[in-house]
């Protein structure tokens, strides 16, 4: 695709943009200590470290690199399968502090 913009930026301004583009993923984990739910997935998730994918992309025109935050996922394990399979989920990065919050705050049994 960027090579079919690189030939028409002439004739397709939005392809400029587009080849231009830098995005960068950032990886981390994340530890629950509880059984939690995030808003957007439909089933509890038990207790565990959880790697985390951050999608951002780089703001154009700035003297200095600045990026913003356009995706975050979650690896999961895969909903009614047992054994190593898992998915990736797309979540609000925001749902996301929230449920770390809350499990941060629970009671320890």
Known sequence: ????????????PDCERQASMTIRSRRETVIFKHPF???????????????VITDEEMIEGL??????????????PAAGLRGSAVEMISIGSVDLSDALLIDANAPND
């Open 63 to 76: 003297s200095f690199p600045s990026f913003r935050r356009v995706a975050t996922m979650i690896v999961v």
């Open 37 to 51: 739910q995030i808003r957007g997935i439909d089933r509890h998730l038990p207790a565990g470290a959880y790697e």
């Open 1 to 12: 695709m960027v090579r079919s913009c690189i030939k028409l930026l002439r004739r397709r």
